[in-house]
């Protein structure tokens, strides 16, 4: 039986968010002729563009594995779907080094907080 559900991936994401916060790592870029200032991640955060574009399955279960409640011998934690959620992380890291300056916010600026 798999014992994780839905709450123990996003307890266990936003600790590896949390060690990344931690470290603060962050650096704040004024793009050129662009009023807008946004922050982008430094490589070494896990979670940055470069390192979701470059992650795979094993590292991604490596990274939650201990974030995840104690499991006893009937409980085993795999995170189902790992290779699909892999490769979708992957394309997120892509597509904000390739069309978002790697950042997050910028990519929120450019939807002018819009989610259409």
Do not use: W
Request: aromatic share 6%; glycine share 6%.
């Amino acid at each position: 039986k798999n014992g994780l559900e839905y709450e123990h991936l996003a307890i266990a994401l936003r600790k590896v968010a949390e060690m990344d916060d931690a470290s603060d790592n962050r650096q704040e870029y004024t793009g050129s002729g662009d009023s807008h200032t946004f922050v982008q991640a430094e490589s070494s955060y896990v979670l940055s563009p470069f390192n979701l574009a470059a992650l795979t399955s094993k590292k991604l279960q490596s990274l939650l594995q201990p974030h995840f409640p104690p499991s006893s011998e009937s409980i085993v934690y795999e995170l189902p779907g790992i290779d699909v959620r892999c490769r979708l992380l992957n394309e997120l890291g892509k597509g904000l080094l390739d069309h978002h300056n790697g950042s997050a916010l910028n990519m929120i600026s450019k939807a002018n907080q819009s989610a259409d």
